[in-house]
């Protein structure tokens, strides 16, 4: 990466897939990074979506796409982001938005296969791109038309976009993981007040 690029300075972890919404709607729309400052794609080419999608557990390898795909799958990442934003701020959405999630979700979503008893299942699909998309939409309508959409939060770290469904009793998480950003904002107060 060019050194005069502000993205070079991020950590090569910074890179790597956030699993920490607790929901898959929200894992996909994890993959593009501090959406507020310095925002960057963790999709940087098409062999990514196929390595997010093995890593997600949804496909047992990585899945070879193309850049029509590649740019569709982009397209439903931003729309659920904005869907998921306004839903939270009780906003209306954009009809074509809610088109774009609509149509995906019509497609035959991933077909769980049993492998063995008493152990995680197996997805299959016969047109996975497809599946994959319909998949998180599906998971998206789910979330965007319960009452657990009162429940997803935004990180508090500034630096962290990351939207997760707060599942504690008392519903007030503030961070996506407390042993990732929890720990960073926690050590940085503690710098600050040790250094005053």
């Not at 062999?47 to 997600?56: I, L, N, P, S, Y």
């Not at 496909?59 to 729309?79: C, Q, V």
């Not at 939060?153 to 009793?169: N, V």
Request: aromatic fraction near 8%; hydrophobic fraction near 40%; include cysteine.
């Amino acid at each position: 990466m060019d050194q005069t690029d502000p993205l070079a300075k991020l950590h090569p972890s910074d890179w790597e897939f956030r699993f920490r919404s607790g929901r898959l709607c929200l894992d996909f729309i994890a993959t593009v990074g501090d959406r507020e400052h310095m925002p960057f794609d963790r999709w940087r080419h098409e062999g990514d979506f196929g390595r997010w999608c093995a890593e997600t557990g949804l496909l047992a390898s990585p899945i070879a796409i193309g850049s029509a795909e590649f740019a569709s799958a982009r397209r439903l990442r931003e729309a659920l982001y904005r869907l998921v934003t306004l839903g939270l701020a009780q906003e209306t959405p954009d009809p074509a938005d809610l088109r774009l999630v609509n149509a995906a979700a019509l497609k035959p979503a991933l077909i769980p296969q049993l492998t063995a008893i008493g152990q995680a299942h197996a997805w299959t699909a016969p047109a996975p791109f497809d599946a994959v998309l319909a998949t998180v939409s599906r998971d998206a309508i789910d979330l965007l038309s319960s009452p657990a959409l009162a429940r997803v939060r935004k990180c508090a770290d500034g630096h962290c976009s990351i939207l997760f469904l707060d599942t504690s009793r008392p519903g007030k998480r503030r961070w996506c993981a407390m042993n990732g950003c929890g720990n960073k904002v926690k050590k940085a107060a503690y710098r600050k007040r040790h250094k005053a």
